[in-house]
């Protein structure tokens, strides 16, 4: 595999930092707001904000034609089921936990890969692969005992992670026409129309604002996680192999870890230390090429 280019390693920093420090925010703005109506606000927000972005850039909204039923499984699998499930999955087990959880979608890329695509895996993949395991495997083994207490999160979780690896399929394997931003802005269109109607019929017109914490924690989680995170996702998806751009997602859960220490005093062990080195090597193994190779 040759070297990636710097505008994915940019990309790919630049995700880590914006996706890795939200999920906290989770916590904060789900203490005082339903699932329904955070997960509704979000997307009312990330909607405003890249209708406006493709405004200013003088972007056709146009989608091409054939690619709807494409755009509205991916707006699914990438937003609608994504949102839900990860917000579900912190109301049950602690905000870096149910990253991890999420996260687990390189694997479930791999898997879907060989056995609907026949995707073949290198031995230097192979590897990227079993160290972003060890990863995830290390941050889960102090917690296990927690999600026999709470199994809906595990399930919450490891289905967003399921979702996410069959959108970003559906990303890969579609041609967009050169779309741009717009073809985040209709994904998340999409998904807020079913999301906020659900807000209205279980939660009803809210009739007071809600707290500062949580109302900065929603808009927030909508203007830059959810609009720019995700445009910035599927530009590092476009750019990267899908196996190579699922395994680059795995620094996410590390620095939501230390976000959920800084941010909700939620612990840090050693095991997550030996989780953090193996997230590093695995992602050194997929994006950097063998030696003597360019």
């Known amino acids: 595999m040759a070297r990636p280019p710097a505008r994915a390693l940019a990309l790919l920093a630049a995700l880590t930092l914006v996706w890795g420090t939200n999920w906290p925010l989770f916590r904060i703005a789900l203490d005082s707001l339903t699932v329904w109506t955070f ?25 091409p034609k054939g690619r709807w039923p494409a755009l509205i499984a991916a707006s699914i699998l990438n937003v609608g089921i994504w949102g839900i499930t990860t917000a579900l999955a912190v109301l049950y087990i602690p905000s870096g936990h149910a990253s991890v959880l999420a996260y687990t979608m390189p694997l479930w890329v791999a898997l879907l890969g060989f056995a609907l695509f026949r995707q073949t895996l290198t031995p230097r993949m192979l590897a990227a692969l079993a160290l972003g395991a060890a990863a995830v495997g290390a941050l889960m083994i102090p917690n296990f005992a927690g999600y026999a207490d709470a199994p809906l999160g595990l399930l919450f979780g490891l289905l967003a992670g399921f979702c996410w690896a069959l959108g970003t399929f559906v990303m890969k394997r579609t041609d967009w026409g050169g779309m741009k931003m717009s ?23 809210p009739r007071e604002w809600p707290p500062l914490p949580s109302l900065v924690s929603m808009i927030y989680t909508g203007v830059v996680p959810m609009a720019l995170g995700t445009a910035i996702w599927f530009a590092l998806v476009a750019l990267l192999p899908t196996q190579v751009a699922a395994l680059a997602s795995i620094t996410v859960p590390m620095v939501a870890v230390a976000s959920g220490v800084l941010i909700l005093s939620e612990p840090l062990s050693a095991l997550q230390a030996g989780a953090l080195a193996c997230s590093v090597a695995s ?8 030696r003597g190779k360019t």
């Open 183 to 205: 073809l985040t802005f209709w994904q998340i269109l999409i998904s807020a129309v079913p999301g906020v109607t659900l807000a209205l019929l279980i939660d009803g017109l």
């Open 283 to 290: 992602l050194w193994l997929a994006l950097m090429p063998a």
């Open 39 to 63: 997960r509704a606000g979000v997307l009312i927000a990330a909607t405003l904000m890249l209708f406006a972005i493709v405004a200013i850039r003088r972007e056709s909204f146009a989608v």
